[in-house]
């Protein structure tokens, strides 16, 4: 869970440099409103660069979470996560589920692909 929560602090403090250190530089994305595959921390940038210009203040937390250990240096979170953001001006909240594969590369856990969407009526 260790780089799960470092991802979530970085996006709590809008922090562009932390939340892409987080990525494999590899890895395999789709966020909530990406239509393509992005497939490099480039892309991860990009997309964490619209989220919080479009929609600062930005705040998220993971709740329900469980992590499923596939080897010892490779495992996959999944839950649910709850944004608080602002958008015109007024505050928005939105669940989504999220699904995170995790592994060790270079030494340092690193999220290997990430895939969110938001929660059906």
Same mark, same amino acid.
Request: charge should be neutral.
């Given at each position: 869970?260790?780089?799960?929560?470092?991802? /979530?602090? #970085?996006?709590?403090?809008?922090?562009?440099?932390? *939340? /892409?250190?987080?990525?494999?530089?590899?890895?395999?994305?789709?966020?909530?409103?990406?239509?393509?595959? *992005?497939?490099?921390?480039?892309?991860?940038? @990009?997309?964490?660069?619209?989220?919080? @210009? =479009?929609?600062?203040?930005?705040?998220?937390?993971? +709740?329900?979470?469980?992590?499923?250990?596939?080897?010892?240096?490779?495992?996959?979170?999944? $839950?649910?996560?709850?944004?608080?953001?602002? +958008?015109? $001006?007024?505050?928005?909240? #939105? *669940?989504?589920?999220?699904?995170?594969?995790?592994?060790?590369?270079? $030494?340092?856990?690193? *999220? +290997? =692909?990430?895939?969110?969407?938001?929660?059906?009526?």
């Amino acid at each position: 869970m260790g780089v799960a929560n470092a991802w /979530v602090a #970085a996006v709590n403090q809008q922090d562009l440099d932390a *939340i /892409v250190s987080n990525f494999a530089i590899d890895v395999s994305f789709f966020g909530t409103i990406t239509k393509t595959l *992005i497939s490099d921390a480039q892309g991860v940038r @990009q997309y964490f660069a619209k989220v919080i @210009q =479009s929609y600062a203040a930005v705040k998220v937390e993971l +709740v329900q979470v469980t992590v499923t250990e596939l080897s010892a240096d490779s495992a996959v979170i999944t $839950g649910f996560d709850r944004w608080k953001v602002t +958008v015109n $001006g007024a505050p928005v909240e #939105a *669940i989504g589920r999220i699904s995170m594969a995790v592994a060790v590369r270079n $030494g340092q856990w690193r *999220i +290997v =692909s990430f895939h969110r969407s938001t929660m059906p009526n």
